[in-house]
């Protein structure tokens, strides 16, 4: 099943791209519900750990024009956030600060068990195991269940379609450090189109134990584009180095 997922993917496209540049509408949600109308977004990912995200209020939005590095950010509102290895930023119209130590291990658990990760490094891992779960509905989709297991016990739960192969939905959880309770994230892939030889999900909705939290509806996408690392690269502020995040 985790073969016909990758074939239905693009077999070599997908397993060997090097980078993703997108755009888009990003909505952040509370409770299920929009805080806002969206906000135009773009962004780089370099597999597997450089990754750009820029949310930036403008009502004309070309990522391509931002390949030059840090960016002037003037919109309270707007962010830029950078993750290199486990490394991660923020710059903001106060200037480019260390992203909290908390928000840093957050992006670094929903990396470690994206979809990407899951077919492109945990699969090549020594110690894992695989467990078919049957058949079931997930994204109100017929599915197979799959669960990929690492060889420290941590696991991604797949949901493939019945009929396409094409991945719908992954599942994971951790237990939270500070209240011990048992957190639940997933991730729904809908709407896919071809690109370059990849199906690519153009509506991704992430949930946080059971609540939206998350959503974006891509408006382009293009894989291996001549990206250069300085797309990765942060300066820290020597003003807000003085004071660490929480």
Known sequence: MIDQAIEALGGQAYLTYDNRVEEGRYFSLHDGRSEGVGAPYGRCFKFPDKDRFELLHMKAYHFLLFDVGNIAVKNKADVVSIHNGDKGYQITFKGTEQESPSETAAYLRRRQHSLDWVLRK???EP???LFYEGATVAAQK???????????????TLYFDSGTHLPVKTSYSWRDATDKERDVEEVIYDNYRPVQGIMTAFSVSTYYNGGMSSQRFLRTVSYNQNVSDSLFTATINPDSSKVPRK
């Open 142 to 156: 017929d599915a197979q269940q799959v669960t990929i297991m690492d060889a420290h016990n941590d696991g991604v």
């Open 122 to 124: 945990w699969l090549h």
């Open 127 to 129: 110690g894992i195991a």
